[in-house]
C-alpha cells in the first residue's frame, strides 16, 4: 500500500515539475521571438505564476 501511495506522489511531483519546464520553455520561446534575450530566472518566474492556469485550475 505503501508503494503505491509513493509512487503515485512522485508521479504527482514529476508531472508539476514538467509543467513547470514547458511553460518556461514557451516563455522562452515567446521572449525570442519578440527578439529579446530569455532570462532563465524570469521565465520560471512567469512559469510559477501561471501554474494554476497550466493546470486548468483558475
Avoid: H
Avoid at 505503501?2 to 516563455?27: E, M, P, R, W
Avoid at 522562452?28 to 492556469?53: M, V, W, Y
Amino acid at each position: 500500500m505503501s508503494s503505491s501511495f509513493l509512487s503515485l506522489v512522485l508521479s504527482l511531483i514529476y508531472f508539476v515539475c514538467a509543467l513547470l519546464f514547458q511553460s518556461s520553455l514557451v516563455q522562452a520561446t515567446i521572449e525570442d521571438l519578440n527578439g529579446k534575450r530569455p532570462a532563465i530566472g524570469d521565465c520560471i518566474q512567469i512559469a510559477l505564476r501561471s501554474i494554476f492556469p497550466t493546470l486548468g485550475w483558475g
